[in-house]
Protein backbone atom coordinates (compact mmCIF):
# COMPACT_ATOMS: atom_id res chain seq x y z
CA UNK A 1 0.00 0.00 0.00
CA UNK A 2 1.34 3.56 -1.04
CA UNK A 3 2.12 5.50 2.11
CA UNK A 4 1.14 9.16 1.94
CA UNK A 5 -1.79 9.41 -0.74
CA UNK A 6 -4.48 11.64 -1.52
CA UNK A 7 -6.33 9.86 1.53
CA UNK A 8 -3.39 9.47 3.74
CA UNK A 9 -4.87 9.19 7.33
CA UNK A 10 -8.38 9.29 6.22
CA UNK A 11 -10.14 5.94 6.24
CA UNK A 12 -13.13 5.47 4.08
CA UNK A 13 -15.06 7.48 0.74
CA UNK A 14 -16.78 9.56 3.97
CA UNK A 15 -13.72 11.15 5.86
CA UNK A 16 -12.20 11.44 2.34
CA UNK A 17 -15.29 13.69 0.87
CA UNK A 18 -15.57 16.02 3.92
CA UNK A 19 -11.43 16.22 3.35
CA UNK A 20 -11.65 17.21 0.25
CA UNK A 21 -14.71 19.46 -0.26
CA UNK A 22 -14.76 20.80 3.26
CA UNK A 23 -11.31 21.54 5.30
CA UNK A 24 -8.71 20.90 2.18
CA UNK A 25 -8.90 24.12 0.38
CA UNK A 26 -9.61 26.74 3.17
CA UNK A 27 -7.04 29.44 3.88
CA UNK A 28 -4.70 28.81 7.01
CA UNK A 29 -4.82 31.66 9.80
CA UNK A 30 -1.60 30.64 12.09
CA UNK A 31 -2.48 32.43 15.12
CA UNK A 32 0.40 31.15 16.81
CA UNK A 33 3.43 30.77 15.64
CA UNK A 34 7.35 31.75 16.07
CA UNK A 35 8.55 32.74 12.96
CA UNK A 36 11.01 35.82 13.01
CA UNK A 37 9.68 38.89 12.13
CA UNK A 38 13.27 39.79 10.40
CA UNK A 39 13.04 36.53 8.05
CA UNK A 40 9.58 37.33 7.31
CA UNK A 41 10.35 41.23 6.48
CA UNK A 42 13.18 40.45 4.82
CA UNK A 43 11.87 37.95 3.02
CA UNK A 44 14.55 35.42 3.85
CA UNK A 45 15.73 32.81 1.48
CA UNK A 46 17.35 29.52 2.31
CA UNK A 47 21.07 28.47 1.30
CA UNK A 48 19.68 24.65 1.29
CA UNK A 49 17.37 22.19 2.99
CA UNK A 50 19.68 22.11 6.34
CA UNK A 51 19.02 26.06 6.75
CA UNK A 52 14.96 25.71 6.15
CA UNK A 53 14.28 22.34 7.77
CA UNK A 54 16.83 21.27 10.35
CA UNK A 55 18.96 24.26 11.80
CA UNK A 56 17.09 24.69 15.14
CA UNK A 57 14.78 22.05 15.45
CA UNK A 58 15.01 20.38 18.58
CA UNK A 59 12.10 18.07 18.17
CA UNK A 60 15.05 16.19 15.32
CA UNK A 61 17.57 16.67 18.23
CA UNK A 62 15.51 14.31 20.69
CA UNK A 63 15.17 11.73 18.05
CA UNK A 64 18.69 11.54 16.85
CA UNK A 65 19.81 11.58 20.09
CA UNK A 66 17.87 8.90 21.07
CA UNK A 67 19.11 6.88 18.04
CA UNK A 68 22.56 6.97 19.25
CA UNK A 69 23.69 9.91 16.96
CA UNK A 70 26.55 12.26 18.71
CA UNK A 71 25.84 15.85 19.71
CA UNK A 72 28.04 16.96 17.19
CA UNK A 73 25.55 16.01 14.12
CA UNK A 74 22.43 17.62 16.19
CA UNK A 75 23.66 21.19 17.62
CA UNK A 76 27.30 21.04 17.08
CA UNK A 77 30.24 21.74 14.50
CA UNK A 78 29.44 19.26 12.08
CA UNK A 79 28.61 20.43 8.48
CA UNK A 80 25.18 21.25 7.22
CA UNK A 81 25.07 18.36 4.99
CA UNK A 82 26.72 15.64 7.43
CA UNK A 83 23.48 17.00 9.97
CA UNK A 84 21.58 15.85 7.24
CA UNK A 85 23.07 12.84 6.47
CA UNK A 86 22.96 12.09 10.11
CA UNK A 87 18.67 12.82 10.24
CA UNK A 88 18.72 10.63 7.17
CA UNK A 89 19.84 7.79 8.61
CA UNK A 90 17.72 8.43 11.83
CA UNK A 91 14.49 8.63 10.01
CA UNK A 92 13.96 4.88 9.64
CA UNK A 93 14.48 4.87 13.18
CA UNK A 94 11.55 7.21 13.84
CA UNK A 95 8.65 4.65 11.76
CA UNK A 96 5.69 5.91 14.40
CA UNK A 97 6.96 8.71 15.85
CA UNK A 98 5.12 11.73 14.25
CA UNK A 99 8.34 12.91 13.28
CA UNK A 100 7.92 10.31 10.49
CA UNK A 101 4.70 11.48 8.95
CA UNK A 102 5.74 15.24 9.14
CA UNK A 103 9.08 14.27 7.84
CA UNK A 104 7.52 12.56 4.69
CA UNK A 105 4.65 15.15 4.54
CA UNK A 106 7.23 18.30 4.58
CA UNK A 107 9.25 16.57 1.81
CA UNK A 108 6.24 16.23 -0.20
CA UNK A 109 4.21 19.17 -0.26
CA UNK A 110 7.58 21.64 -0.36
CA UNK A 111 9.64 19.33 -2.93
CA UNK A 112 7.20 16.43 -4.16
CA UNK A 113 9.62 13.96 -2.91
CA UNK A 114 7.86 10.97 -3.11
CA UNK A 115 11.20 8.50 -1.97
CA UNK A 116 11.42 7.47 1.82
CA UNK A 117 14.20 9.53 3.54
CA UNK A 118 17.05 7.07 4.32
CA UNK A 119 20.94 7.29 3.97
CA UNK A 120 20.00 5.50 0.49
CA UNK A 121 17.93 8.48 -1.11
CA UNK A 122 19.46 11.59 0.82
CA UNK A 123 22.02 12.47 -1.25
CA UNK A 124 19.24 12.81 -4.36
CA UNK A 125 16.65 14.41 -2.14
CA UNK A 126 19.33 17.29 -0.60
CA UNK A 127 19.97 18.18 -4.63
CA UNK A 128 15.95 17.96 -5.22
CA UNK A 129 15.45 20.81 -2.34
CA UNK A 130 18.36 22.68 -2.68
CA UNK A 131 17.24 23.01 -6.52
CA UNK A 132 13.87 24.07 -5.43
CA UNK A 133 15.06 26.29 -2.90
CA UNK A 134 16.92 27.94 -5.28
CA UNK A 135 13.79 29.14 -7.10
CA UNK A 136 12.24 32.46 -6.03
CA UNK A 137 8.84 30.86 -5.37
CA UNK A 138 10.38 29.05 -1.99
CA UNK A 139 11.78 32.30 -0.35
CA UNK A 140 9.64 32.74 2.59
CA UNK A 141 6.65 34.84 1.22
CA UNK A 142 6.52 32.88 -1.33
CA UNK A 143 6.05 29.65 0.72
CA UNK A 144 3.33 31.77 2.58
CA UNK A 145 1.41 31.82 -0.76
CA UNK A 146 2.06 28.32 -1.70
CA UNK A 147 -0.11 27.32 2.14
CA UNK A 148 -2.54 29.78 1.35
CA UNK A 149 -1.98 31.55 4.81
CA UNK A 150 -4.16 34.41 5.17
CA UNK A 151 -2.58 35.60 8.16
CA UNK A 152 -0.04 34.63 10.70
CA UNK A 153 0.77 36.21 14.63
CA UNK A 154 4.34 35.47 15.49
CA UNK A 155 5.64 35.23 19.27
CA UNK A 156 7.13 39.06 20.26
CA UNK A 157 8.64 40.50 23.75
CA UNK A 158 7.34 43.67 25.00
CA UNK A 159 11.19 44.91 24.66
CA UNK A 160 11.50 43.89 21.28
CA UNK A 161 10.78 46.72 18.56
CA UNK A 162 7.97 46.20 16.21
CA UNK A 163 10.04 47.45 12.88
CA UNK A 164 9.68 44.39 11.10
CA UNK A 165 6.22 44.48 11.96
CA UNK A 166 6.05 47.86 10.76
CA UNK A 167 7.82 46.93 7.45
CA UNK A 168 5.74 44.43 6.54
CA UNK A 169 2.28 46.26 7.26
CA UNK A 170 3.72 47.89 3.82
CA UNK A 171 5.11 45.44 2.39
CA UNK A 172 4.18 43.68 -0.74
CA UNK A 173 3.46 40.63 1.10
CA UNK A 174 -0.29 39.04 1.28
CA UNK A 175 -0.08 37.29 4.67
CA UNK A 176 -1.75 39.75 7.60
CA UNK A 177 1.54 39.89 10.13
CA UNK A 178 0.52 40.64 13.44
CA UNK A 179 2.63 40.62 16.63
CA UNK A 180 1.89 38.59 19.91
CA UNK A 181 2.37 40.30 23.27
CA UNK A 182 4.45 37.58 25.60
CA UNK A 183 5.82 39.18 28.94
CA UNK A 184 6.68 36.17 30.51
CA UNK A 185 10.68 37.97 31.31
CA UNK A 186 8.31 39.78 33.45
CA UNK A 187 7.38 37.48 36.00
CA UNK A 188 11.32 36.00 36.22
CA UNK A 189 12.02 37.90 39.86
CA UNK A 190 13.34 34.72 41.07
CA UNK A 191 16.55 35.67 39.10
CA UNK A 192 17.01 39.67 39.98
CA UNK A 193 20.25 40.12 37.54
CA UNK A 194 18.43 38.78 34.37
CA UNK A 195 14.95 40.48 35.75
CA UNK A 196 16.73 43.84 36.05
CA UNK A 197 18.40 43.28 33.02
CA UNK A 198 15.40 42.96 30.95
CA UNK A 199 13.76 45.61 32.70
CA UNK A 200 16.28 48.19 31.86
CA UNK A 201 15.48 47.14 28.39
CA UNK A 202 11.92 47.79 29.36
CA UNK A 203 12.85 51.11 29.94
CA UNK A 204 14.70 51.90 27.25
CA UNK A 205 12.40 50.69 24.53
CA UNK A 206 9.01 52.24 26.66
CA UNK A 207 10.90 55.56 27.07
CA UNK A 208 9.67 55.03 30.70
CA UNK A 209 12.33 55.15 33.85
CA UNK A 210 11.71 52.62 35.54
CA UNK A 211 12.47 53.15 39.90
CA UNK A 212 8.93 51.50 41.40
CA UNK A 213 6.52 48.99 40.31
CA UNK A 214 4.17 51.62 39.18
CA UNK A 215 6.71 52.37 36.82
CA UNK A 216 6.92 48.50 35.40
CA UNK A 217 2.93 48.39 35.02
CA UNK A 218 2.99 52.48 33.23
CA UNK A 219 5.87 50.44 30.88
CA UNK A 220 4.08 47.47 30.26
CA UNK A 221 0.96 49.04 29.70
CA UNK A 222 2.47 51.54 26.54
CA UNK A 223 4.30 48.70 25.16
CA UNK A 224 0.26 46.92 24.86
CA UNK A 225 -0.90 49.74 23.39
CA UNK A 226 2.34 50.30 21.11
CA UNK A 227 1.36 46.56 20.02
CA UNK A 228 -2.32 47.13 20.10
CA UNK A 229 -1.77 49.96 17.58
CA UNK A 230 0.53 47.36 15.23
CA UNK A 231 -2.58 45.02 14.66
CA UNK A 232 -1.59 42.97 17.97
CA UNK A 233 -4.69 41.06 19.67
CA UNK A 234 -3.17 37.95 21.50
CA UNK A 235 -1.16 37.74 23.89
CA UNK A 236 0.87 34.60 25.30
CA UNK A 237 2.39 32.92 28.90
CA UNK A 238 4.25 30.46 29.15
CA UNK A 239 3.61 29.28 32.51
CA UNK A 240 4.73 25.63 34.46
CA UNK A 241 1.28 26.35 36.03
CA UNK A 242 -0.84 28.94 36.98
CA UNK A 243 0.34 31.19 39.90
CA UNK A 244 -1.78 30.61 42.76
CA UNK A 245 -2.33 33.03 45.50
CA UNK A 246 -3.79 36.55 45.47
CA UNK A 247 -1.54 39.40 45.82
CA UNK A 248 -2.34 43.15 46.90
CA UNK A 249 -0.50 46.42 45.46
CA UNK A 250 1.73 46.75 48.62
CA UNK A 251 2.92 43.32 48.60
CA UNK A 252 3.60 43.29 45.04
CA UNK A 253 5.60 46.94 45.23
CA UNK A 254 7.74 45.52 48.08
CA UNK A 255 8.41 42.67 45.99
CA UNK A 256 9.74 44.74 42.68
CA UNK A 257 11.41 46.67 45.38
CA UNK A 258 13.67 43.82 46.58
CA UNK A 259 14.26 42.41 43.16
CA UNK A 260 14.75 45.73 41.66
CA UNK A 261 17.69 45.97 44.32
CA UNK A 262 19.77 43.12 43.20
CA UNK A 263 17.71 40.48 45.80
CA UNK A 264 16.35 36.98 43.65
CA UNK A 265 12.55 36.41 45.08
CA UNK A 266 11.99 33.31 46.92
CA UNK A 267 9.25 30.90 45.43
CA UNK A 268 6.38 32.09 47.44
CA UNK A 269 7.36 35.99 46.48
CA UNK A 270 7.78 35.06 42.81
CA UNK A 271 4.90 33.21 42.66
CA UNK A 272 2.83 36.21 44.21
CA UNK A 273 4.64 38.39 41.77
CA UNK A 274 3.57 36.69 39.23
CA UNK A 275 -0.33 36.42 40.61
CA UNK A 276 0.03 40.32 40.41
CA UNK A 277 1.11 40.68 37.16
CA UNK A 278 -0.85 38.37 35.41
CA UNK A 279 -4.27 39.91 36.66
CA UNK A 280 -2.90 43.17 35.21
CA UNK A 281 -1.88 41.73 32.18
CA UNK A 282 -5.57 40.25 32.20
CA UNK A 283 -7.08 43.51 33.19
CA UNK A 284 -4.71 45.29 29.58
CA UNK A 285 -6.34 42.29 27.62
CA UNK A 286 -9.85 42.51 28.50
CA UNK A 287 -9.80 46.18 28.16
CA UNK A 288 -8.01 45.95 24.34
CA UNK A 289 -10.39 42.91 23.44
CA UNK A 290 -7.65 40.71 23.11
CA UNK A 291 -7.21 37.11 23.72
CA UNK A 292 -4.87 35.50 26.35
CA UNK A 293 -3.34 32.68 25.83
CA UNK A 294 -1.80 30.28 28.16
CA UNK A 295 0.63 27.64 27.51
CA UNK A 296 0.47 25.57 30.89
CA UNK A 297 2.40 22.62 31.94
CA UNK A 298 6.00 22.47 30.52
CA UNK A 299 8.89 20.90 32.63
CA UNK A 300 11.87 22.64 30.83
CA UNK A 301 15.48 22.26 31.03
CA UNK A 302 15.40 19.29 33.13
CA UNK A 303 19.10 18.05 31.79
CA UNK A 304 21.44 20.76 33.87
CA UNK A 305 24.49 19.10 32.36
CA UNK A 306 23.04 19.82 29.07
CA UNK A 307 21.68 23.34 30.01
CA UNK A 308 25.03 24.37 30.84
CA UNK A 309 26.59 22.79 27.51
CA UNK A 310 23.86 24.06 24.63
CA UNK A 311 21.95 26.59 26.81
CA UNK A 312 18.22 26.39 27.06
CA UNK A 313 15.52 25.25 24.53
CA UNK A 314 17.74 22.62 22.65
CA UNK A 315 15.30 19.66 23.52
CA UNK A 316 15.53 18.44 27.43
CA UNK A 317 11.93 19.44 28.30
CA UNK A 318 8.93 17.24 29.27
CA UNK A 319 5.51 17.02 30.02
CA UNK A 320 5.13 18.61 33.96
CA UNK A 321 2.72 16.88 36.65
CA UNK A 322 2.25 19.61 38.55
CA UNK A 323 -2.02 20.15 39.45
CA UNK A 324 -2.92 22.30 37.07
CA UNK A 325 -6.54 22.57 37.07
CA UNK A 326 -7.64 24.43 40.45
CA UNK A 327 -5.06 26.83 39.85
CA UNK A 328 -6.49 27.66 36.49
CA UNK A 329 -9.99 28.17 37.71
CA UNK A 330 -8.76 30.83 40.77
CA UNK A 331 -6.39 32.36 38.18
CA UNK A 332 -10.09 32.49 35.61
CA UNK A 333 -12.13 33.62 38.84
CA UNK A 334 -10.16 36.20 39.94
CA UNK A 335 -10.16 37.93 36.30
CA UNK A 336 -14.10 37.04 36.22
CA UNK A 337 -14.88 38.78 39.74
CA UNK A 338 -12.26 41.59 38.78
CA UNK A 339 -14.97 42.27 35.25
CA UNK A 340 -11.26 41.13 33.38
CA UNK A 341 -11.79 38.33 32.01
CA UNK A 342 -10.74 38.30 28.19
CA UNK A 343 -11.05 35.47 25.60
CA UNK A 344 -8.82 32.61 26.49
CA UNK A 345 -6.96 30.23 24.82
CA UNK A 346 -5.56 27.23 27.20
CA UNK A 347 -2.97 24.87 25.86
CA UNK A 348 -2.63 21.99 28.10
CA UNK A 349 0.33 19.36 27.83
CA UNK A 350 -0.85 16.82 30.45
CA UNK A 351 -3.26 14.10 28.40
CA UNK A 352 -4.26 13.38 32.01
CA UNK A 353 -5.39 16.70 32.65
CA UNK A 354 -7.82 16.92 29.32
CA UNK A 355 -11.21 15.95 30.46
CA UNK A 356 -10.53 18.19 33.80
CA UNK A 357 -9.36 20.97 32.02
CA UNK A 358 -12.39 20.95 28.85
CA UNK A 359 -14.79 21.36 31.98
CA UNK A 360 -12.76 24.40 34.33
CA UNK A 361 -12.88 26.58 31.02
CA UNK A 362 -16.65 25.50 31.03
CA UNK A 363 -17.13 27.66 33.83
CA UNK A 364 -16.22 30.72 32.58
CA UNK A 365 -18.49 30.99 29.31
CA UNK A 366 -20.04 34.07 29.35
CA UNK A 367 -22.67 34.37 26.87
CA UNK A 368 -21.73 37.08 25.55
CA UNK A 369 -18.62 35.55 22.71
CA UNK A 370 -19.14 32.14 21.32
CA UNK A 371 -16.29 29.47 22.43
CA UNK A 372 -14.78 32.91 24.84
CA UNK A 373 -12.79 30.26 26.79
CA UNK A 374 -10.83 27.55 24.54
CA UNK A 375 -9.59 24.31 25.02
CA UNK A 376 -6.37 24.76 22.77
CA UNK A 377 -5.53 22.86 20.04
CA UNK A 378 -3.13 19.22 21.32
CA UNK A 379 0.58 21.45 21.52
CA UNK A 380 3.89 20.30 21.73
CA UNK A 381 4.95 16.54 23.05
CA UNK A 382 0.36 15.79 22.06
CA UNK A 383 0.62 17.38 18.55
CA UNK A 384 0.32 14.21 16.99
CA UNK A 385 -2.62 12.05 15.59
CA UNK A 386 -3.61 10.49 19.06
CA UNK A 387 -2.98 13.95 21.20
CA UNK A 388 -4.75 15.64 18.57
CA UNK A 389 -8.16 13.01 18.45
CA UNK A 390 -7.85 13.10 22.54
CA UNK A 391 -7.88 16.93 22.49
CA UNK A 392 -11.01 16.72 19.83
CA UNK A 393 -12.69 14.41 22.27
CA UNK A 394 -11.99 15.72 25.12
CA UNK A 395 -13.35 19.33 23.84
CA UNK A 396 -16.45 17.26 21.98
CA UNK A 397 -17.24 15.73 25.39
CA UNK A 398 -16.51 18.85 27.61
CA UNK A 399 -17.73 20.98 25.32
CA UNK A 400 -18.58 22.69 22.14
CA UNK A 401 -16.30 21.12 18.78
CA UNK A 402 -18.61 23.62 16.83
CA UNK A 403 -16.65 26.66 18.50
CA UNK A 404 -12.89 25.70 18.53
CA UNK A 405 -10.82 27.61 16.60
CA UNK A 406 -8.80 25.64 15.06
CA UNK A 407 -4.60 24.39 14.55
CA UNK A 408 -1.69 26.50 14.47
CA UNK A 409 1.72 25.31 14.14
CA UNK A 410 3.66 26.46 17.13
CA UNK A 411 6.43 26.32 14.63
CA UNK A 412 10.14 28.06 14.57
CA UNK A 413 10.71 26.75 11.00
CA UNK A 414 8.88 27.58 7.36
CA UNK A 415 8.60 23.67 6.82
CA UNK A 416 5.76 23.54 9.09
CA UNK A 417 3.20 24.42 7.37
CA UNK A 418 1.80 20.71 6.48
CA UNK A 419 0.96 20.24 10.49
CA UNK A 420 -2.13 22.10 9.30
CA UNK A 421 -3.14 19.46 6.80
CA UNK A 422 -2.37 16.62 9.41
CA UNK A 423 -4.92 18.58 11.59
CA UNK A 424 -7.42 18.66 8.74
CA UNK A 425 -7.27 14.70 7.81
CA UNK A 426 -7.39 13.80 11.33
CA UNK A 427 -10.50 15.90 12.16
CA UNK A 428 -11.86 14.46 8.85
CA UNK A 429 -10.89 10.64 9.77
CA UNK A 430 -12.63 11.19 13.33
CA UNK A 431 -15.82 12.68 12.19
CA UNK A 432 -16.09 10.91 8.78
CA UNK A 433 -16.14 7.66 10.73
CA UNK A 434 -18.73 8.47 12.90
CA UNK A 435 -21.02 9.53 10.53
CA UNK A 436 -20.41 6.06 8.89
CA UNK A 437 -21.17 4.54 11.97
CA UNK A 438 -24.03 6.29 12.48
CA UNK A 439 -23.18 7.95 15.19
CA UNK A 440 -23.50 11.39 13.96
CA UNK A 441 -25.86 12.25 10.98
CA UNK A 442 -24.82 11.54 6.94
CA UNK A 443 -25.67 15.25 6.22
CA UNK A 444 -22.44 16.99 4.63
CA UNK A 445 -23.95 20.32 5.01
CA UNK A 446 -23.93 19.96 8.89
CA UNK A 447 -20.67 18.01 9.17
CA UNK A 448 -19.17 19.68 6.64
CA UNK A 449 -20.03 23.28 7.76
CA UNK A 450 -18.34 22.95 11.23
CA UNK A 451 -15.43 21.12 9.58
CA UNK A 452 -15.11 24.26 7.59
CA UNK A 453 -15.72 26.82 10.85
CA UNK A 454 -13.13 24.89 13.06
CA UNK A 455 -10.13 24.99 9.86
CA UNK A 456 -10.56 28.91 9.64
CA UNK A 457 -13.89 30.26 9.51
CA UNK A 458 -14.10 30.41 13.88
CA UNK A 459 -10.28 31.76 14.38
CA UNK A 460 -11.28 34.13 11.81
CA UNK A 461 -14.19 35.55 13.63
CA UNK A 462 -13.01 34.99 17.13
CA UNK A 463 -9.84 36.90 17.45
CA UNK A 464 -11.11 40.18 15.38
CA UNK A 465 -7.14 40.78 13.82
CA UNK A 466 -7.73 44.17 12.27
CA UNK A 467 -7.81 43.86 8.37
CA UNK A 468 -4.73 44.28 6.74
CA UNK A 469 -4.17 44.33 2.34
CA UNK A 470 -7.37 43.14 0.66
CA UNK A 471 -6.17 39.59 -0.65
CA UNK A 472 -8.27 38.44 -4.04
CA UNK A 473 -6.29 35.42 -3.62
CA UNK A 474 -7.00 34.71 -0.07
CA UNK A 475 -10.88 34.32 0.22
CA UNK A 476 -12.13 34.42 3.58
CA UNK A 477 -9.15 36.12 4.62
ZN1 LIG B 1 4.64 28.69 21.12
Redesign the pocket.
Known amino acids: MAFITDDFLLHGDTASRLYHSWAADQPILDY?C?LPPGDLAANRRFANLFDIWLAGDHYKWRAMRANGVAERFCTGDADPYEKFLAWARTVPATLRNPLYHWTHLELLRYFGVTELLDERTAPAIWERANACLADPDFDAHGILRRFRVAGLCT?DDPVDGLEHHEALAHSALETAVYPCFRPDAALRTRDANRFNTWVDRLSARANVSIARLPDLLDALRRRHDDFHAHGCRLSDHGLERCPGEPCGDVDAGRIFDRVRGGADADPDDADRFASYLMLFFGRLDADRGWTKQL?LGAIRDVNATMRRALGPDTGFDSIGDWPQVSALGRFLDRLHTARSLPKVIVYNLNPSDNYAMATMIGNFQDGAIAGKIQLGSAWWFLDQKEGIEWQLNALSNAGLLSRFVGMLT?SRSFMSYPRHEYFRRVLCNLLGAEMDRGELPGDDELVGGMIQNICHLNAATYFALPARKPSPSLKGA
Do not use: L, P, Q
Open positions: HHTHD
